[in-house]
């Protein structure tokens, strides 16, 4: 079975501050997505990477996928209010004999004005 | 945003009894997952289907059954409330398979009391 672990598990920052969530695993993904949810919503996809060191930028967040395809970043940049929720992880792959996306616990990240 | 709607958004119900969510999606996308959420697990899948009538089971298939009779409409029984099921539903939906991109409804919040 395939495993994502995310950290932190909760983070919270002053508006401007800079930070950054890990997605790891032993396993490899053929391509890995970051998802944001707000409260009372379902997740939302910000991005997929799918190619060993891919780096893909949307406005103030960064997101690294690692060379060997086992674990990704997501950097935010002068943290805004706007930024605070859920960010989630998700792989391609197989648990329990069953392919589908498998998802780390989530950074809960919070942003004070 | 992705055309899912989920009902009842909110829901209280008795332990014992049977309650049905449902799903219906305006994309005509083929496939449709049912998941739940809960603190300190993440999302985690109950059931999927990949089409009219052809459903596979999740990670937490037990206690839950499923049924999609025509595309746009995906049905999620617990056929005997717990209060263990007590939890956020998310509906999803997809073009393509369980390992790509999904677009998530909005959420059912169930008590079992």
């Known amino acids: 079975t395939q495993l994502l672990e995310q950290s932190p598990q909760f983070l919270s920052i002053q508006e401007g501050e800079n930070l950054t969530v890990y997605c790891n695993s032993s396993?490899?993904?053929?391509?890995l997505q970051w998802y944001r949810q707000e409260p009372g919503e379902g997740p939302v996809l910000l991005v997929t990477?799918?190619?060993g060191g891919e780096v893909k930028k949307l406005k103030r967040l960064t997101f690294q996928f690692g060379d060997a395809r086992k674990d990704s970043s997501l950097h935010i940049t002068a943290a805004q209010p706007g930024d605070t929720g859920l960010y989630l992880c998700?792989?391609?792959?197989?648990?329990?004999?069953?392919?589908?996306?498998?998802w780390g616990a989530g950074t809960k990240l919070i942003i004070k004005p | 945003d992705a055309g899912i709607t989920q009902s009842p958004r909110h829901k209280v119900t008795e332990t014992g009894t049977p309650v049905t969510l449902r799903c219906h999606q305006t994309e005509n996308h083929r496939y449709m997952y049912w998941y739940r959420q809960d603190p300190g697990h993440g999302l985690r899948l109950i059931h999927y289907s990949y089409g009219v009538k052809d459903t596979d089971k999740g990670e937490v298939s037990d206690g839950y059954s499923v049924s999609r009779s025509k595309t746009e409409d995906f049905l999620l029984t617990l056929e005997s409330a717990t209060s263990s099921q007590t939890s956020v539903y998310f509906c999803?939906?997809?073009?393509?398979?369980?390992?790509?991109?999904?677009?998530f409804g909005e959420g059912s919040w169930l008590t079992v009391v």
């Open positions: 999803a939906i997809s073009s393509t398979g369980p390992g790509n991109t999904i677009y």
């Open positions: 990477v799918v190619t």
């Open positions: 998700a792989g391609d792959g197989r648990k329990d004999s069953n392919y589908q996306l498998i």
């Open positions: 396993s490899v993904f053929s391509s």
